[in-house]
């Protein structure tokens, strides 16, 4: 049997180059091996934003992304998150078993708040929605990147947990975290983000991605100088468009000297313009027929419910709420 593979992404608008190397890209291979389930958590963006169009408008522009990416419907499960009212159900019912001392020791509701973003009841419970998501589901792998590795951590405590109170009626999931692509950098150095502003867009138009390649910051050597090409920003995103053999001429020139940043930028730049150009023909179609979005995400998520209500008929019989 194919490995379920389930992953999902906020509704935050300007998908990045970060978020189609670390995540994205990974989804569309998955699909020809795996069984993917692929959602938009625009529950969990509720936490963040209390705004009903901007909600409204980046859920279909996260679809309207995912689809023109690759993401293939007939092949995975796509579908957005409050779609599924089975996932918060078993949130409540997760929440309730889960210890407070496991929450608290929760890292990222700690930086997010000590960043200035105001505390709520659900960004503190976000890992247990988390869990919902993958758990309902029956997932057996959920790629992460190190950032949430820790929420993942918790999803399988919380599992084993229900499952020794209960029963076995969870997968345990595994986690992915591929070591390569786990930090993919920004134009500034440090790890991609649109709260860093940090981001080389991917639907952008060209003059915008070209403003932010050409600004990538880099230090002071000169043309003739030999540069090391490991942790340099420019390289490592240049890795990530190129071939083996292509990543290692671009290191022999680095190190040899004789290769200016201003050059390198514009060879990353064509790169980056190759690999998106008939994604964001796709997208440009999708986005004028958003009807056709809708649909698609109407019947996945009919088609996702399917594994959801089993998976809540097995919670509710084994925790007495069905009586």
């Known amino acids: 049997m194919k490995k379920r593979v389930l992953s999902g992404i906020q509704p935050s608008g300007n998908l990045h180059i ?13 699909q020809e091996s795996s069984d993917l389930f692929c959602f938009i958590a625009n529950l969990h963006s509720l936490t963040t934003l209390i705004d009903r169009e901007e909600m409204k408008k980046l859920t279909l522009e996260a679809a309207t992304d995912l689809l023109a990416l690759g993401i293939d419907p007939d092949k995975c499960y796509f ?9 918060t159900e078993l949130a409540w019912i997760l929440s309730c078993l889960t210890p407070m001392r496991l929450m608290e020791r929760a890292h ?7 960043k200035g973003v105001l505390p709520n ?17 029956q997932a057996d792998v959920v790629p992460v990147g190190k950032d ?4 993942l951590e918790m999803a399988r405590d919380i599992a084993i947990k229900f499952n020794n109170e209960f029963g076995e009626v969870f997968t345990i999931p595994e986690p992915e975290i591929p070591e390569e692509i786990a930090v993919i950098p920004g134009t500034d150095g440090q790890k991609m983000s649109k709260s860093y502003g940090n981001t080389i867009p991917i639907f952008a138009d060209d003059n915008v991605i070209k403003k932010a390649v050409m600004g990538i910051v880099t230090d002071s050597k000169q043309v003739d100088e030999p540069k090391k090409p490991e942790g340099n920003t420019i390289f490592e995103l240049y890795k990530l468009f190129a071939d083996k053999k292509e990543s290692e001429d671009l290191a022999r020139q ?11 930028k514009k060879m990353l730049l064509e790169k980056i313009y190759n690999q998106f150009k008939p994604f964001k023909e796709k997208r440009s179609y999708l986005e004028s027929h958003p009807k056709e979005v809708e649909a698609i995400l109407s019947k996945g998520a009919d088609k996702v419910r399917k594994i959801t209500s089993k998976t809540m008929q097995k919670v509710r019989e084994v925790t007495g709420l069905k009586y």
Do not use: C
Not at 108 to 114: C, E, F, R
Not at 148 to 151: D, L, R, S, T
């Open 254 to 264: 680095f190190r040899k000297g004789g290769l200016g940043y201003g050059d390198v």
């Open 108 to 114: 990222s509701y700690k930086d997010k708040i000590a």
């Open 121 to 137: 009841l659900g960004l503190f419970n976000y890992p247990v929605l988390m869990a919902a998501d993958i758990l309902i589901n």
């Open 148 to 151: 949430q590795k820790q929420h």
């Open 18 to 30: 970060g978020n189609y190397f670390g995540m994205i890209k990974r989804m569309i291979e998955y």
């Open 79 to 87: 579908w957005v998150q409050s779609d599924v009212p089975e996932t």
